[in-house]
Nanobody, 127 residues
Framework: QVQLVESGGGLVQAGGSLRLSCAPS????????MGWIRQAPGKEREFVAA????????YYADSVKGRFTISGGNAQNTVYLQMSSLKPEDTAVYYC????????????????????WGKGTLVTVSS
C-alpha cells in the first residue's frame, strides 16, 4: 500500500509561484509513475503533470505547459510540482497520484484508473 503525502499548498497572488511536494509513506517511488491531478470547486478532476518511473519522461496538460514543472521521483523519493506564473484559474485542490502500470502519457489520458492518491493540498491564486 502506498500512502502519499502532499505539502506546499497555500495562498498566492496571480503571477506568483508555489512548489508542491509529494512524499511516500512506506514505499519508494522507483516502481511508480507519479503525477499531479487537480480539482477546482464545482469542476471535474483535471490532469496536470506526470513523470515516468525513470524520471526521464514528463507529460503536461496544455493548460500548464511552460508554467509548471514536475520533477523528482525515482531515487529522490519526493516528487515536486513547481508552479510559476500562477493564474486564478489554477485555484484547486492538487492531488499527488501514483500508479505502477501507467506511463506518464497514459496517466494524462485517463486519471480514472490511478491506483494511489494523496489527500490533496489546496492552492488558491488571488487576482
Amino acid at each position: 500500500q502506498v500512502q502519499l503525502v502532499e505539502s506546499g499548498g497555500g495562498l498566492v497572488q496571480a503571477g506568483g509561484s508555489l512548489r508542491l511536494s509529494c512524499a511516500p509513506s512506506g514505499r519508494t517511488f522507483s516502481r511508480y509513475t507519479m503525477g499531479w491531478i487537480r480539482q477546482a470547486p464545482g469542476k471535474e478532476r483535471e490532469f496536470v503533470a506526470a513523470i515516468s518511473r525513470s524520471s526521464s519522461i514528463k507529460y503536461y496538460a496544455d493548460s500548464v505547459k511552460g508554467r509548471f514543472t514536475i520533477s523528482g521521483g525515482n531515487a529522490q523519493n519526493t516528487v515536486y510540482l513547481q508552479m510559476s506564473s500562477l493564474k486564478p484559474e489554477d485555484t484547486a485542490v492538487y492531488y499527488c497520484a501514483a500508479d505502477v502500470m501507467a506511463t506518464a502519457q497514459t496517466m494524462g489520458q485517463n486519471t480514472n484508473g490511478i491506483s494511489y492518491w494523496g489527500k490533496g493540498t489546496l492552492v488558491t491564486v488571488s487576482s
